[in-house]
């Protein structure tokens, strides 16, 4: 016990020196550094001092003054500061910075976040230039961002991710902070980019789903979901998920239940990436501060999964039907899995075939049955001259495909 309480007043006395340090930074930027960072996509400097994980204050060259100038590192999101996990990552950037020669890139000279230029901060060596945002990822001490317009390096920040993820390290150790609440009950977690219809005009058709895959309920009051953004949802008191179920935290605005939560955001938080975008993430964490479910869009590392190729995808767009068929000796299950034509989605219910089972996909209107579901769409969306439908988990892994037409599937998937 006495162990626990002085590590938590060294950790306070560090968290007070680092925000009397900032403010004292504050006060030596001027305007003139930040007027000439902005109008330059490319400068170099010397870091002088890291706030946390994310920000950067440089001496920029050539700016006219000595003052620093506070960075914003492109592409990733540590955690806030008195947050679990902050710490670890300030002393990571900080190591890997301080003192060094360092250039800020971006192709946009203009990015900026909070009155932040945002930049890739390389530090200079001998045999080229190491690049500390891709560090912090591999560590398992960051989670990637892209911060717009800059959108370079997301695939490869994606993927740095998605492999620390995968060894448990830093902040993908769910019991870095602590062990519990409620420690072995598994949760599934993943999101529904891509929602059915135009998110821009209804931010709801985008979500994050929450399942627990444990006997027991989970109490979720006081956990919270956030993007890579400093954007969290926290669920309120009392927030119960029965074992076996699920609930769902839209992204837009609504009347709360208690199985239906709202983000309140009046935009869609989660880039299309069949559309071109950029990818994303939803990571939900306990009080202690533990990541304790995640998902990352789209797959980069570990991309396989048992039912592809054992589900048969058949498109009519004659009748506007879609038949899914498991095509392997064994019983599947096809639950949440997402059907995809065009810019249109549909979320499959809890969904089991056994061997040679189908089940209908109507793109009309109707009511579902064990062996018929029905889209809801109003007009016709099997285009006649040509298309293609993709059967892929949220993480877009593409499980099947069927064409018609002018229009192919891609091989591979």
Not at 71 to 97: D, F, K, P, W, Y
Not at 168 to 188: D, E, M, R, S, V
Not at 203 to 212: G, K, S
Request: hydrophobic content about 35%; overall charge positive; charged content about 15%.
């Amino acid at each position: 016990m006495w162990t626990r309480r002085a590590r938590g007043h060294r950790h306070r006395a560090t968290l007070a020196t680092a925000t009397l340090a900032c403010l004292a930074v504050l006060l030596t930027a001027t305007p003139a550094a930040a007027t000439w960072v902005q109008q330059h996509a490319t400068t170099w400097g010397k870091a002088a001092r890291t706030v946390d994980g994310d920000t950067v204050y440089v001496d920029v060259w050539g700016d006219g003054t000595s003052a620093t100038q506070s960075i914003r590192n492109s592409g990733i999101q540590a955690m806030e500061v008195g947050q679990c996990h902050a710490s670890q990552a300030g002393a990571l950037m900080h190591s890997l910075t301080y003192g060094k020669a360092v250039r800020l890139s971006s192709r946009y000279a203009s990015a900026v976040s909070l009155g932040r230029p945002v930049r890739f901060v390389d530090v200079e060596t001998r045999s080229g230039y190491l690049d500390p945002q891709l560090a912090l990822l591999k560590a398992g001490q960051a989670v990637p961002l892209v911060i717009p317009p800059e959108t370079g390096r997301w695939v490869q920040y994606s993927t740095a991710a998605q492999q620390a993820a995968l060894s448990g390290q830093n902040l993908w150790n769910p019991t870095f902070c602590g062990y519990g609440p409620q420690q072995a009950l598994p949760i599934k977690l993943w999101v529904n980019y891509d929602g059915d219809g135009n998110e821009a005009q209804n931010p709801n058709a985008e979500y994050v789903r929450l399942l627990n895959q444990g006997t027991a309920t989970l109490h979720l009051g006081g956990w919270w979901v956030r993007t890579g953004a400093q954007d969290s949802y926290r669920f309120p008191a009392g927030t119960a998920v029965p074992a076996g179920t699920y609930i769902t935290l839209y992204v837009g605005k609504g009347a709360r239940t208690g199985q239906h939560f709202y983000w309140g955001a009046s935009a869609p938080k989660f880039g299309n990436v069949d559309e071109g975008a950029y990818g994303n993430g939803a990571y939900l964490f306990d009080p202690q501060g533990d990541l304790r479910a995640h998902a990352i869009y789209p797959c980069f590392v570990s991309c396989t999964d048992a039912r592809k190729g054992n589900v048969r995808v058949t498109a009519d767009p004659v009748r506007e039907v879609i038949t899914l068929t498991n095509t392997a000796a064994t019983r599947s299950d096809l639950s949440f899995l997402v059907v995809s034509v065009g810019g249109s989605t549909y979320e499959l219910p809890r969904t089991w075939l056994g061997p040679g089972a189908s089940v209908r996909v109507h793109t009309g209107t109707g009511h579902n049955t064990s062996t018929d579901y029905y889209w809801g769409r109003s007009s016709h969306l099997l285009v006649d001259s040509g298309g293609r439908v993709f059967l892929r988990t949220a993480e877009d892994i593409r499980l099947g495909c069927d064409d018609w037409g002018n229009v192919s599937c891609p091989n591979p998937l």
